[in-house]
C-alpha cells in the first residue's frame, strides 16, 4: 500500500525554467510534508517542510504547496539550475513525530544547459 | 561537525553469512532512525531507537533484523543469515529530538549491502 506516491519517475528540465515536482497521499492524517534531494551515492538532504495548517512554505529558489482537499502537495524549483539534478524524494508524517517519515518513490530531475 | 557516519560504505557477504551496519549519529542528536531503500523504490522506514532504547520497530522484519543503540558507541543494524533479497542500501539519519523542529532528520550516505 503506497501512502505517498511520485507518480513521475523522471522530469526533464530546461535550465532557468520552473521545475514542478509531484506527490499524492491517501493518508489523511498526515500532518507534516517534506522533500529530500539525493545525489547518487549520498544520503538524502532535507530541502524544505510544510505543515498541514499551511499552503506553501518559500525558502529561496525552493516552493512547497499543499493542497489538503486533494491529497497533493508540489515542489516549485524556479530558476532550476544544474545542480538540481538529482532524485527528489516526497515524505509525510502523521501526528507522532517524524520518526515514520512515508517516503514516495521519488522522481529523478535533470535539468539541461 | 561531523554528520551523520555510516559504515561500511559497502558491504558484500554471501548468503547465510551475517552482516552488521554501524551508525553514528550527528553530535549531540539521540534519535536514531534505520530507513532501507530496495532499488528503484523510496526509503522505508524500519527502526526508531534512542540511547537503549528501541521506540518503534514496526518496520523491521520480524525475523532476522535488529538494531540496538548502546549507551556507549554507534547504534548497530544486524541482519543475520542475510539472503538475496537483503540487498539494499541502508540508510541510518538522526535528530536532536524527537522528529526534530521540522520534522528533519539528517541522514547519513548509506551503507550499500551486497548478498552474493
Known amino acids: 500500500d503506497q501512502q505517498v506516491k511520485q507518480n513521475s519517475p523522471s522530469l526533464s528540465v530546461q535550465e532557468g525554467r520552473i521545475s514542478i515536482l509531484n506527490c499524492d497521499y491517501t493518508?489523511?492524517?498526515?500532518?507534516?510534508f517534506l522533500w529530500y534531494k539525493k545525489y547518487p551515492a549520498e544520503g538524502p538532504t532535507f530541502l524544505i517542510s510544510i505543515s498541514s495548517i499551511k499552503d506553501k512554505n518559500e525558502d529561496g529558489r525552493f516552493t512547497v504547496f499543499l493542497n489538503k482537499s486533494a491529497k497533493h502537495l508540489s515542489l516549485h524549483i524556479v530558476p532550476s539550475q544544474p545542480g538540481d539534478s538529482a532524485v527528489y524524494f516526497c515524505a509525510a508524517s502523521g501526528i507522532q513525530g517524524a520518526q515514520k517519515l512515508v517516503f514516495g518513490q521519488g522522481t529523478r530531475l535533470t535539468i539541461n544547459p | 561537525n561531523a554528520g551523520v557516519m555510516q559504515n561500511p560504505r559497502h558491504l558484500v557477504r554471501r548468503r547465510g553469512q551475517e552482516a552488521r551496519l554501524r551508525c553514528s549519529p550527528m553530535?549531540?542528536?539521540?534519535?536514531v532512525y534505520w530507513y532501507r531503500q530496495l532499488p528503484e523504490e523510496g526509503l522505508k522506514f524500519m527502526v526508531y531507537l534512542q540511547k537503549e532504547n528501541i521506540i518503534d520497530e514496526s518496520g523491521m522484519p520480524k525475523e532476522r533484523f535488529s538494531a540496538e543503540f548502546p549507551k556507549e558507541g554507534p547504534s548497530i543494524l544486524r541482519i543475520q543469515q542475510v539472503v538475496r533479497g537483503d540487498s539494499a542500501a541502508y540508510f541510518c539519519?538522526?535528530?536532536?529530538?524527537?522528529?526534530?523542529?521540522?520534522?528533519?532528520?539528517?541522514f547519513g550516505e548509506g551503507s550499500r549491502l551486497t548478498v552474493l
Open positions: 493518508n489523511s492524517m498526515f500532518d507534516y
Open positions: 553530535k549531540g542528536h539521540s534519535h
Open positions: 539519519a538522526s535528530s536532536q529530538r524527537r522528529g526534530g523542529d521540522t520534522g528533519e532528520l539528517f
